[in-house]
């Protein structure tokens, strides 16, 4: 942005001016819709409509999103997943969000991540009870200890994916996997609606 004291131009994330001081002014930007995607702003609060189906929510789940760049994920090929966690963890752009559902959403995503936990936590103990149920079950035993810890990783997706990230920037995070229903109603919302609280 450029200051408007001196019009120098400075990162979209400084709070000060690098040459004269002063203090920038960040516009004020509106929750919106983009195609099938929502754009929030920083700070934005969502319209109290579940993200999923645009029924009226029962409450929200407290979302910290995170998102790099996709090509870092190279990074898992060579030098290795250690090397990627790392510099992932030193770049991401992350973004607080609190997502609105309605009951029936909310109920799905705890009954997902509940099994996800009941797999999880019993993947090696079914394992070990199948492999020694007979004999020539120890492949069995293996396989089943594998299936539920690999299970449990998909519903710990399914339960906790309430939006996805496509990009987060310091200014606002574009999502999707919003249903068309919410964003219609965002679509109707007057300008100043979602500005950063």
């Known amino acids: 942005m450029f200051c408007a004291n001196c019009g120098t131009k400075n990162a979209d994330s400084a709070a000060t001016c690098t040459t004269c001081g002063n203090t920038l002014a960040r516009p004020v930007l ?24 645009g029924q009226p929510s029962a409450g929200v789940v407290n979302r910290n999103f995170g998102w790099h760049q ?3 994920y190279l990074l898992i090929l060579f030098p290795g997943l250690l090397i990627y966690a790392i510099v992932a963890t030193i770049v991401m752009k992350r973004q607080k969000i609190q997502v609105p559902l309605c009951d029936p959403h909310r109920q799905r995503r705890r009954m997902y991540l509940g099994i ?47 939006m996805a990230p496509k990009v987060i920037t310091d200014v606002a995070g574009t999502y999707g996997g919003v249903s068309p229903a919410f964003l219609q109603y965002v679509e109707m919302q007057p300008q100043t609606a979602g500005a950063g609280r």
């Open 70 to 72: 996709p090509w870092l």
């Open 116 to 162: 996800g936990w009941l797999l999880f936590l019993g993947c090696i103990p079914a394992g070990i009870w199948v492999g020694t149920s007979g004999p020539d079950m120890d492949g069995w035993g293996m396989l089943v200890g594998f299936g539920a810890f690999f299970a449990s990783l998909v519903l710990f997706v399914l339960g906790s994916r309430v």
């Open 30 to 53: 509106a929750l919106r819709r983009e195609g099938d995607n929502l754009v929030i702003p920083i700070g934005a609060s969502l319209p109290p409509y579940c993200v999923k189906c």
